[in-house]
């Protein structure tokens, strides 16, 4: 049978499947986008991104009006591809462990799709699964609801994304690697063929392996992420108890040994976005079911969950008491130039606020639609960092946004009641902040 790669279609177009979606259109790949979300499929068929990614909206304009990139809720189109990436949500279950109800759905419409067609069809788990999920559940469910085999009349690959919410376009058009998991040549090929297309020389290394190799290749990927962020945040803790150290220095010391590297050396209040919590949970509960407790995994995840307290702590020690007081948190994204809030700190900071009998007043240019979806009136909402500041007697700065890193302490000054402001992201310059109230993560403090 004749390999084709002159179309995909994208089964789930969240953050992962929209990007990718609009990246092969980009590239003059026919391109089908499949999402159970029917508000979504209409906004995306009228040229509008369905969620804020910094070039996605120009991109898939431009490739809808291209006829390049069509959106539906109808999986049957996927048979007028040749490829068909799965990009369904994997959350985590209450216990931790993954829930891979999306992927099971996902898999069994399209084999009842795949019964019906002719030829040589290629499924790629493009989803972050535990390793055996390709070949067990998806495989499973494939072959049951098509009835027909995979490794020959199928084909089927895992191939997990790397990019990042933020810089998501960017990322799928510079990966810097493509892992392609798969028990048979055919299907490795396929995929690899179709990445050369997309890339063309550009193509970036491609590390070929086994299915759960591909898989647990993601979820180390990001423990070793969250585990050195969780890291620096110890240090950044242990710094600000030392008088004369910022952990920036030490952070960009440290970085410069190739065997560290100088990224992910960040203190702050520790990591959020819909990835690093949920996947470290799901890789501790896959260990654990195989009989291994991962001891440095529950570390990360235990010293990122406190970071938040340790917020709290600051700003209660700058006030004596938090009761009654009115808390303004500058920042409620994950991090900068996104919308979401899924596990961010700035929700953990709020929810040990309101525990202490804080008033709240937040501010996020992008991100107060998603929290009034999960937290709705729990706190006050401000149209921008000023009417946030107003009366204050303590604001938290919780996301780098480029226009909250240019406050100057004058404008703290004019506009809160005391100027106390915990920096949980270390965005000012203590000098420039030392005749305010003025504490750093990392920052310890001054020498006598
Ligand atoms: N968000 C990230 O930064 C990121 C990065 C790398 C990997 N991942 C992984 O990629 C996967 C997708 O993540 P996401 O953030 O894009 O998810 P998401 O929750 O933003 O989107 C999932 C989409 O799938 C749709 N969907 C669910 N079931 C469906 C079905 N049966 N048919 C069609 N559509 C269906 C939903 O309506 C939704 O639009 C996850 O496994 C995630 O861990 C995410």
């Known amino acids: 049978m004749k390999i084709r790669v002159d179309s995909v279609s994208i089964v789930g177009l969240g953050y992962v499947g929209m990007c990718t979606a609009a990246t092969f259109a980009s590239r003059g790949i026919r391109t089908i986008g499949i999402d159970i979300d029917e508000k979504r499929v209409e906004q995306i068929r009228k040229g509008e991104a369905p969620l804020h990614e910094p070039q996605l909206d120009p991109m898939l304009k431009k490739a809808v009006k291209e006829k390049l ?90 191939n997990p994304e790397f990019l990042k919410e933020g810089t998501a376009i960017h990322d799928a058009l510079h990966p810097d690697k493509i892992v392609i998991g798969s028990d048979d040549k055919k299907s490795a090929n396929q995929l690899t063929r179709l990445y050369r297309k997309f890339y063309g020389s550009k193509l970036p290394p491609v590390i070929l392996a086994s299915p759960e190799a591909a898989e647990l290749v993601k979820y180390a990927s990001n423990a070793f992420l969250a585990t050195k962020i969780s890291f620096i945040n110890t240090i950044a803790n242990i710094a600000q108890q030392t008088p004369g150290v910022d952990v920036g220095t030490v952070a960009r010391a440290i970085g410069l040994d190739p065997r560290i590297g100088e990224l992910f050396l960040k203190a702050g209040p520790g990591y959020g976005g819909s990835c690093f919590h949920k996947d470290l949970q799901a890789l501790i509960n896959y260990s654990e079911k195989n009989g291994y407790n991962p001891v440095l995994f529950r570390a990360t995840e235990e010293t990122n969950e406190k970071q938040a307290t340790r917020v709290v702590d600051m700003a209660e020690k700058l006030l004596g008491s938090l009761s009654g007081k009115k808390v303004a948190v500058l920042g409620l994204a994950f991090k900068k130039d996104t919308d979401d809030i899924r596990e961010a700190a700035s929700i953990r900071v709020i929810n040990e606020l309101e525990k202490k009998g804080a008033q709240v007043v937040a501010y996020d240019p992008m991100a107060i639609p998603n929290t009034k979806k999960q937290i709705a009136d729990l706190i006050d909402y401000a149209e921008d960092a000023h009417s946030a500041l107003k009366g204050a007697d303590c604001a938290i700065i919780m996301t780098e946004w480029d226009h909250l890193r240019k406050l100057k302490a004058k404008e703290f000054r004019a506009y809160m009641k005391t100027p106390n402001i915990v920096d949980a992201r270390r965005v000012y310059d203590p000098d420039t902040f030392n005749d305010l109230n003025y504490v750093a993560i990392g920052v310890g403090p001054r020498r006598a």
Not at 75 to 85: L, P
Not at 104 to 130: F, I, Q
């Open 69 to 158: 990139l069509d959106a539906t809720n109808d999986i049957s189109k996927a048979a007028d591809t040749d490829t068909t990436f799965l990009a369904v949500g994997t959350p985590s279950q209450n216990d931790g462990s993954i829930d891979l109800s999306y992927i099971e759905n996902a898999a069994k419409d399209l084999g009842n799709v795949l019964r019906e067609t002719r030829g040589y069809h290629l499924v790629v788990v493009k989803s972050t699964v535990v390793p055996g999920t390709t070949n067990g559940t998806v495989k499973r469910f494939l072959e049951q609801s098509s009835g027909k085999t995979v490794g020959s009349e199928i084909g089927l690959c895992a």
